[in-house]
């Protein structure tokens, strides 16, 4: 079972910030959390990831949570090449366990 | 530097055959993963590889197997396949094996759309 829940879908409107929120209250101290996207039928994309401090590269920023409990992934202008299926993944020993992700619309 | 290959990109087969897919991680790359994706399960696990040693499996019959060779080269191969292993095989590589606590990074190829009729 996946160690994380998201909203099924969002929609945010071009040109604004993109707010994805993941619930992950059973992570453990040293387990770091991970977004990756994946547009229609190609291969994840890996976006960023993050332990306890916030989190910026290039295409987004990670907010965790001061118990690491939940975090966010904002997307500060989102554009219609955002529309993608988000997906925040802790690890486990078996590996990389997806959830359903969050299906992101972006609207024009 | 080179992203993560997959060949082929398409394949059909019939029920009962057998087929192997391939991958060729980023260069440096000692661990490859393997996934299956379907509309109904989503993403799911297969195994993962690092120095030619499989290192993690998840929950697939033995109908699915993979091994690594000496340059991180990777193969998956499906046997007597079945209309459900019609999915897009996901194959990811990383610096280093993926233990619970890792920081690397697993970086995605394009998959292998499998079609099986």
């Known amino acids: 079972d996946a160690k994380t829940t998201q909203p099924p879908s969002m929609d945010c409107a071009e040109g604004r910030a993109a707010n994805l929120p993941c619930n992950h209250s059973?992570?453990?101290?040293?387990?770091?959390v991970y977004w990756y996207r994946q547009i229609h039928s190609q291969g994840p994309q890996y976006i960023i990831h993050?332990?306890?401090n916030n989190e910026t590269n290039e295409m987004a920023s990670l907010i965790i949570t001061e118990d690491r409990k939940s975090s966010t992934l904002i997307l500060p202008h989102a554009t219609l090449r955002d529309t993608a299926v988000y997906y925040c993944i802790v690890r486990s020993p078996q590996g990389i366990i997806f959830g359903k992700g969050t299906r992101l619309h972006i609207l024009p | 530097k080179a992203g993560v290959t997959q060949t082929p990109r398409y394949l059909i087969k019939t029920r009962g055959q057998q087929v192997t897919l391939s991958c060729s991680p980023i260069?440096?790359?000692?661990?490859v993963s393997w996934y299956q994706q379907t509309p109904g399960q989503g993403l799911q696990f297969l195994f993962e590889?690092?120095?030619?040693?499989?290192?993690n499996k998840g929950n697939f019959p033995g109908r699915f197997s993979g091994r690594q060779f000496s340059n991180s080269r990777s193969e998956m191969n499906v046997s007597t396949l079945e209309l459900g292993d019609s999915a897009l095989y996901l194959c990811?590589?990383?610096?280093?094996?993926?233990?619970?606590?890792?920081?690397?990074?697993?970086?995605f190829g394009p998959g292998t759309r499998l079609t099986v009729l």
């Open positions: 059973t992570i453990s101290g040293n387990e770091y």
């Open positions: 260069s440096g790359h000692r661990s």
């Open positions: 990811a590589s990383s610096l280093g094996w993926l233990s619970a606590t890792s920081t690397d990074t697993q970086y």
């Open positions: 993050g332990l306890k």
């Open positions: 590889y690092f120095s030619e040693t499989q290192r």
